[in-house]
Structures are given as C-alpha cells and as structure tokens.
C-alpha cells in the first residue's frame, strides 16, 4: 500500500518569504501522479498542483512549484513571495487508485 | 456554477438517526468518491464509483451506504449514526479512473453527532 508523509505539521514564515513544504512518499509502482491541495480554513479542497512521475521537469504553477526527486521518493512544494492568503493546511497527496493523502502541513503566513 | 456540490453543507443531529449527504457534479465526469476528514483533519477515501459501479469500498461500516443514480450524482447514507461519524465528508469527481486523474472536490458536508 502507498504511503504518503509529510513530517511539519505547522509552519509559519513571515509574508513575502519562500517557504518549502516536505513530502516523502513509499510505492512500489513505476506511473503515478503526485498532487498538492490546499485546504484554507472554509475547508474547501483547492488543487495547487500536480506532478506526473515519468516527468522529469518540475510542475510550476505561478508562484507554486514542486521538486520532485523520483529515486528519493519526495515531492515538496515551494511557495515563492508568500501572501495571507496562503494560510492553510497543505495536503501532498499520491493519486494513482484514487488519493492517498499525507496528514497535512498548516501553513501560516505572518503579516 | 459550483462544479461539485454537495448539501447539506453542515449537519447537526442525535445519535441512532439516520440521514443522508447528497452531491451532484455537473463537470461531465466519469467518476465520483466520498472521502472522510477527521477530526485531526486527515482525509481518507471511503467509496468510488466509476460510471455508477462501485470500484472502492474502504474498511468502512456498513452503516454507510453509497448510491449512484446516474454518473452525475453520488449520495451518502448513514444509518444509526455514532459520535465517531463526526467529521466532514467531502464529494469529489474525476474524469475517469485511475492514474492521471485529477480529483476535484466538493466544499464538504460537516457533520456533528450528538
């Protein structure tokens, strides 16, 4: 069975700063996908951004990026030029039968 | 239009009740999941269906029953309800099954057991 962990359970980094999420995952499949979900406190689950594991480049999506280190097993999640609005827990999830979720970083932003 | 939505939203009622979450998803997709977040707000697949056919049935009692009408829609039934039932329950669609397929939620259903 996949495991996904995520080892910070909460982070706090002052607005404007760079801020890098873990995430380690354990699978013996060659094809899967990796995911990044942001959950702000309205509980809603929002999709960042996603990582096809036979891709060696780096998904980014504006200020939201991954490194995705295949033979490590890890998927972190690097936010640049940090707002308010990025509070919230983030969820790394590996998605191949469905989603196995890690147990969430909670992220605050600092004014 | 909200993508997949879910009613009702937030749920308050007595131990031993029965009652139901119901979610449609107007985004044409092939399939659909009721996932379960804790109280410690760690989310876990439940059910899935593929074009109305179950294909996930997670260790999950029995007092659960999903039903699948048409693809566009996937309700959550819970019988006897229990204190430990306490949790949000969040619908979610893709569209299809399997790898690659990104899974777009509902705003979730916030269910309290008293």
């Known amino acids: 069975a996949q495991t996904v962990t995520q080892s910070q359970p909460e982070m706090s980094v002052q607005e404007a700063e760079t801020v890098t999420l873990s995430c380690t995952y354990d699978t013996s499949e060659n094809n899967y996908y990796l995911f990044w979900y942001k959950q702000p406190p309205s509980r809603q689950m929002i999709l960042v951004i996603r990582q096809e594991a036979y891709k060696q480049q780096n998904a980014t999506e504006n200020r939201f990026s991954v490194n995705f280190q295949k033979a490590a097993k890890s998927f972190s999640l690097k936010i640049s030029d940090s707002q308010l609005g990025d509070t919230a827990m983030y969820f790394c999830?590996?998605?191949?039968?469905?989603?196995?979720f890690g147990k969430g970083t909670h992220l605050i932003i600092q004014p | 239009d909200t993508a997949v939505s879910q009613t009702p939203k937030y749920l308050v009622t007595q131990m031993g009740n029965d009652k139901s979450i119901k979610c449609e998803q107007n985004?044409?997709?092939?399939?659909m999941y009721w996932y379960k977040q804790d109280s410690k707000k760690f989310l876990k697949i439940m059910f899935s269906?593929?074009?109305?056919?179950l294909i996930i049935n997670e260790t999950v009692p029995n007092r659960f029953s999903p039903k699948s009408p048409d693809k566009a829609h996937l309700n959550l039934h819970i019988n006897s309800l229990e204190l430990g039932d306490s949790a949000v329950y969040f619908c979610?669609?893709?569209?299809?099954w399997g790898i690659g397929n990104t899974i777009y939620f509902g705003e979730g259903s916030w269910l309290t057991v008293v």
């Open positions: 979610a669609s893709s569209q299809g």
């Open positions: 269906y593929n074009n109305k056919e």
């Open positions: 999830a590996y998605g191949a039968d469905g989603l196995t």
């Open positions: 985004l044409g997709h092939d399939t």
